[in-house]
């Protein structure tokens, strides 16, 4: 077996790691946490601070 | 409300109105370049060159002005617009702000075939170079290219998984590599340093200067873009980036000078050492066409380096497109233009995860079962219905919120020039995909109707209306 024999294998096992590191991690904390929490990020929240605190220094 | 500072490190990415996990503010206007140029940087790689083939070494040449000034446009456009609307999803956000729900959908889907075919292609060519290493060194076997494919996306993705800033830094290192590789061949080549090896006299006169006459240049202007394709990019960061009004600005139109000298020295280089025949011939001949000229200067460093190069190029790109497509998806579901499912951050690592794992499987599938001309082209389609998209979008905005009604980050010179000029190139671009992939492009197009009727009477119901407008802005001139 050649050396591209060996990295054609350890090719398709990093992936396999890679793919489960993202599962498990995505099940975990799925499972950790509420929805609510996972999906509450908001468009324009800085936008809507800098106008908050301009109005408030104004 | 003074309180909250977004960019501190006990508040970072939490907002007053309810965001408990958002995205973390952390780039800068490097990130914003590395994002950019990384994307597009694989072009001046490899596909530019199909150009020559349509026209000859000069068709070329003007292919990569032309789209040099339509990109230039599409930098300025994105530019004023971004440093406004500074939030992830780029142009579809802009678009929900400023045209309205349809076609902020419609953009959404632009971006993410754009990128999620880009990703597949440039792991695809990643699998092909990796093989190419193999041959080289001397391996006698069929190498099989898919360990590779998918490795080369399951890693980014895992990267993209894990945060932002380790993301964006990567492809700040490996797009600085392969941008100074170009630079070095240019220095080793031309006589700058050493003796010159151009031979642009021999290879571009009589017949070979414009083999196909000026339709071979209307021809080449498909793959002019080539160069340039995905400087859009940067408008994902907007909701990352420390300072918005200024990275963003300052990140695309330092990307998009990068690019026109990375294009043009790439052209000058590639055109004088290598025929215009063999050069064209992207499938065939010259696959890499900066690899096939270091080949030639005989050079084993700079071989090496341009190998290298490429492939650091392939997967800065593929990296930038997980990054930009996960935006643009998360987006479409943080506003339930698609399940609000997608919406969701990681609260550790504070990246929309489970958007980054959905498109990994289809960019899998389009990277093993689709072929890459295939892949490529409606990528491009994809883009240039982005393009066209731009410049309307921008005489929207200036005209429902005139200069002066509301702060702007940057102030675009010469409108309503840029979106014009941007406009005619598009329509120019649009004829000469007709000419060599008519097919595809009535394909697309009837792919985004359909998409379109979906979307209008059915997924609108679901749409969250109240975060349909989310910046700070005055009532629109004449609403």
Same mark, same amino acid.
């Given at each position: 077996m050649s050396i591209w024999n060996y990295a054609e294998y350890a090719a398709w096992g990093l992936s396999a790691v890679f793919a489960l590191y993202m599962v498990i991690d995505w099940l975990k904390t799925d499972s950790t946490y509420s929805e609510e929490v996972l999906t509450s990020s908001r468009e324009g929240e800085l936008e809507a601070m800098t106008e908050a605190q301009g109005g408030h220094h104004g | 409300m003074a309180d909250f500072d977004i960019t501190s490190k006990e508040r970072d990415g939490m907002g007053p109105h309810g965001t408990s996990v958002g995205l973390l503010r952390v780039l800068g206007p490097a990130h914003v370049w590395a994002l950019g140029v990384g994307i597009v940087l694989v072009g001046e790689y490899m596909g530019w060159n199909f150009a020559v083939g349509k026209g000859g070494a000069y068709a070329a040449l003007v292919a990569c002005w032309f789209a040099g000034i339509l990109y230039t446009c599409v930098a300025m456009i994105d530019s004023e617009v971004t440093s406004t609307v500074a939030a992830a999803g780029g142009q579809y956000t802009q678009a929900k702000h400023i045209v309205g729900p349809l076609m902020a959908f419609n953009v959404g889907l632009y971006l993410v075939f754009a990128y999620t075919m880009l990703e597949a292609a440039n792991a695809i060519t990643a699998g092909y170079l990796i093989s190419e290493v193999a041959r080289l060194s001397g391996f006698e076997g069929t190498l099989d290219q898919?360990?590779? &494919?998918?490795?080369?996306?399951?890693?980014? @993705?895992?990267?993209?998984?894990?945060?932002?800033?380790? /993301? =964006?830094?990567?492809?700040?290192?490996?797009?600085?590599?392969?941008? /100074?590789? &170009?630079?070095?061949?240019?220095?080793?080549?031309? !006589?700058?340093? !050493?003796?010159?090896?151009?031979?642009?006299?021999?290879?571009?006169?009589?017949? @070979?200067?414009?083999?196909?006459?000026?339709?071979?240049?209307?021809?080449?202007?498909?793959?002019?873009?080539?160069? %340039?394709?995905?400087?859009?990019?940067?408008?994902?960061?907007?909701?990352?980036?420390?300072?918005?009004?200024?990275?963003?600005?300052?990140?695309?139109?330092?990307? #998009?000078?990068?690019?026109?000298?990375? @294009?043009?020295?790439?052209?000058?280089?590639?055109?004088?050492? #290598?025929?215009?025949?063999? =050069?064209?011939?992207?499938?065939?001949?010259s696959v890499a066409p900066l690899f096939t000229a270091a080949l030639l200067t005989n050079s084993q460093p700079l071989v090496w380096l341009l190998g290298v190069g490429t492939l650091f190029a392939t997967l800065a790109s593929a990296n930038g497109c997980i990054n930009d497509a996960s935006r643009a998806w998360f987006s479409l579901g943080r506003d339930k233009y698609l399940p609000g499912w997608f919406g969701a951050v990681h609260p550790t690592f504070r990246t929309p995860y489970r958007s980054i794992v959905f498109l990994v499987p289809i960019a899998l599938a389009f990277a093993l079962k689709a072929p890459l001309d295939q892949v490529v082209t409606f990528s491009i389609l994809s883009g240039l219905l982005n393009y066209t998209f731009m410049p309307l979008n921008m005489i929207m905005f200036r005209?429902?919120?005139?200069?002066?009604?509301?702060?702007?980050?940057?102030?675009?010179?010469?409108?309503?020039?840029?979106?014009?000029?941007?406009?005619?190139?598009?329509? #120019?671009?649009?004829?000469?995909?007709?000419?060599? %992939?008519? /097919?595809? =492009?009535?394909?697309?197009?009837?792919?985004? #109707?359909?998409?379109?009727?979906?979307?209008?009477?059915?997924?609108?119901?679901?749409?969250?209306?109240?975060?349909?407008? /989310?910046m700070p802005w005055p009532r629109p001139k004449g609403y």
């Open positions: - | 898919r360990p590779f &494919i998918i490795l080369s996306i399951m890693f980014l @993705a895992w990267l993209n998984y894990r945060g932002v800033l380790a /993301t =964006l830094t990567f492809n700040l290192v490996i797009t600085a590599i392969a941008f /100074t590789a &170009i630079i070095i061949l240019f220095l080793s080549t031309t !006589g700058i340093v !050493g003796t010159s090896l151009m031979q642009h006299a021999d290879l571009m006169s009589g017949s @070979a200067a414009l083999p196909y006459g000026w339709i071979g240049v209307l021809a080449a202007m498909h793959f002019g873009l080539w160069y %340039y394709l995905g400087i859009e990019g940067t408008t994902q960061a907007a909701e990352e980036v420390r300072s918005p009004a200024r990275a963003l600005p300052f990140g695309t139109l330092a990307g #998009i000078m990068t690019l026109l000298i990375a @294009a043009t020295l790439t052209w000058y280089v590639c055109t004088g050492l #290598i025929p215009w025949e063999y =050069l064209g011939d992207g499938l065939n001949g005209k429902k919120w005139p200069m002066g009604s509301i702060i702007r980050g940057y102030e675009h010179p010469f409108h309503p020039l840029p979106s014009i000029v941007l406009l005619s190139l598009c329509a #120019i671009t649009f004829f000469a995909v007709f000419l060599g %992939y008519g /097919t595809q =492009l009535v394909a697309m197009i009837a792919f985004y #109707i359909v998409a379109s009727l979906w979307f209008h009477f059915w997924r609108y119901r679901f749409v969250n209306r109240a975060s349909q407008f /989310t």
